[in-house]
């Protein structure tokens, strides 16, 4: 008697959209707890070193997000492939979209082994500080190798609706990341103090760890025998210039989003004090942190709807997109809140002093009402991710984009205004791709079929 397949189509209740997404929040916070972590142990060797993990971050998350953006289209690819039934396309997609990553991250890291230091400098970086970002970014480069890789493969899992797997896989990435900072950056558990260039070291090595356990539960999974899933290796350039171009608009969407966020970082760095850097480096930690919900919900919304629009069941995008807005709005409701009512607790972690509270409680205030602008526009955005029209997700990028930078521009480098004021320029960026992304779903043409 052979056994039963499982069905690879969605259910769209609420309950089944919390339990798809719970465990990708999971999964996704906890590395951005330990980026925390990180810029919380960087925060004891000094504010220099806190405020150059802002920069340098940021540049690796350029990069990243490039990645990211190849892996949402990878996602909508594989989760409508699942719609249909269409089993063995799944795995094909995902191959070729491993493949098509590590040729990114060649080309990165050989940009980012020739270029950083020059890059740097006309950045406006100084003096030592040009030598310690770029011997960093030198070695975190190469984690982007194992970090596609493992993005790509959880987006397997979230087609596959296996999604519980990726919180252990997180826990197993964060325990060797948070244990790894803590012996190489101060010289424990064995290793040498490497300082600065020990968190690099630690996140590199943690996404090899990463990769090879989501590796080893896919295998685990029996993909062949329980989902009638075929591995199969073989290359297709016909199948990487696809994804590639249904990607690119993705991935050239985030990659601007993310260097318009370096180009606010060095906009800080050239304008505000060590604190007030400091600040910000722990804004974008706490930024990421909330983001982590939004972008799940984000992963949920283009799982869902490509899923429903490989079965054509169209009608049924609106109500979906309701109960995720109302879900993922409760649940950062909730979180900025307590951030608001408990500031201390959150600026406690960095290892500053006590007068550090004080300076980042008025741009803690108007960073978490951008998260909940957050946790509406990723789920509109991804909403046209679902259909396939990844060019005009660039669009919209490009005109959010266009108003970020002049708010920056104007706020921080012109008029010089404090920090808070600067920061709104998340509020701006997130009301302009909220009201275009909703006028297209709403009045677009996007129901007409993309051949994939």
């Given at each position: ?5 499982t069905?690879l189509?969605?259910?769209?209740s609420?309950k ?16 951005e ?19 150059l993990?802002?920069?340098?971050g ?37 191959w ?10 060649s ?25 310690m ?8 480069i190469i984690?982007?190798f194992?970090l596609?890789?493992?993005q790509?493969?959880n ?16 826990i ?5 990341n ?9 010289g424990?558990l064995g ?21 090879v356990?989501v ?19 073989s ?28 180009v606010?970082?060095i ?16 804004m ?18 283009n ?23 109302i879900?993922?709005?409760?649940g950062?409701?909730?979180l ?23 300076a ?7 960073v ?5 602008f ?11 991710i679902?259909?396939?029209?990844t060019k ?17 521009w ?7 205004y ?12 997130w009301?302009?791709m ?9 009045y ?9």
């Open positions: 008697m052979s056994r039963p397949v069905s189509k969605i259910d769209t609420v089944s959209i919390i339990l798809l997404t719970l465990p990708i929040s999971m999964a996704k916070l906890i590395p707890l330990n980026y925390l972590f990180n810029a919380a142990f960087l925060g004891h060797l000094g504010s220099k070193e806190l405020a993990a802002g920069i340098t940021v540049y690796y998350l350029v990069f990243a997000s490039i990645g990211y953006g190849l892996n949402n289209a990878l996602l909508s690819l594989m989760s409508r492939k699942a719609g249909e039934e269409n089993r063995n396309a799944i795995f094909v997609n995902l070729h979209g491993v493949l098509l990553g590590w040729i990114l991250a080309v990165f890291s050989i940009v980012t082994w020739t270029s950083i230091k020059p890059i740097m400098s006309w950045a406006g970086i100084e003096g030592d500080s040009v030598i970002a770029g011997d960093y970014l030198h070695i975190r984690g982007l194992f596609y890789t493992l790509m493969q987006s397997f899992l979230i087609t596959i609706q296996k999604t519980r797997y990726l919180i252990v896989i997180a197993v990435q964060s325990v060797a948070i244990a790894l900072d803590y012996g190489m950056i101060f424990h290793f040498p103090a490497l300082g600065f260039n020990g968190a690099a070291y630690a996140s590199v090595i943690s996404e090899f760890i990463g990769m356990t590796m080893l539960v896919i295998f685990s999974l029996k993909i062949t025998r329980n989902y009638r899933i075929r591995a199969n290796f290359i297709s350039y016909r199948r990487i210039a696809m994804v590639f171009k249904v990607g690119y608009p993705l991935m050239l969407q985030l990659a601007l989003g993310t260097a318009s966020w370096w606010f970082f906009l800080v760095s050239r304008n505000y004090t060590n604190e007030e850097q400091a600040v910000s480096q722990a974008r930690n706490l930024f990421g942190l909330g983001g982590v919900f939004s972008w799940a919900f984000g992963s949920s919304t799982t869902i709807l490509s899923n429903l629009i490989g079965q054509k069941r169209h009608e049924e995008i609106f109500v979906v997109i309701r109960k995720l807005l879900v993922s709005l409760s950062m409701g909730v900025t809140i307590l951030l608001n009512i408990f500031p201390g607790l959150f600026f406690g972690l960095f290892g500053q002093p006590d007068h550090f509270v004080t980042g409680t008025g741009t803690l205030r108007v978490s009402l951008a998260m909940l957050t946790s509406v526009g990723v789920i509109w955005l991804n909403g046209i679902a259909t396939g029209h005009i997700v660039l669009a919209t990028e490009a005109l959010g984009i266009t108003v970020y930078l002049l708010f920056v104007i706020t921080i480098e012109v008029m010089q404090p920090l808070e004021i600067g920061w709104m320029c998340e509020w701006a960026y009301l302009v909220i009201i275009p992304s909703y006028l297209y779903l709403k677009g043409n996007w129901r007409k079929d993309i051949t994939y």
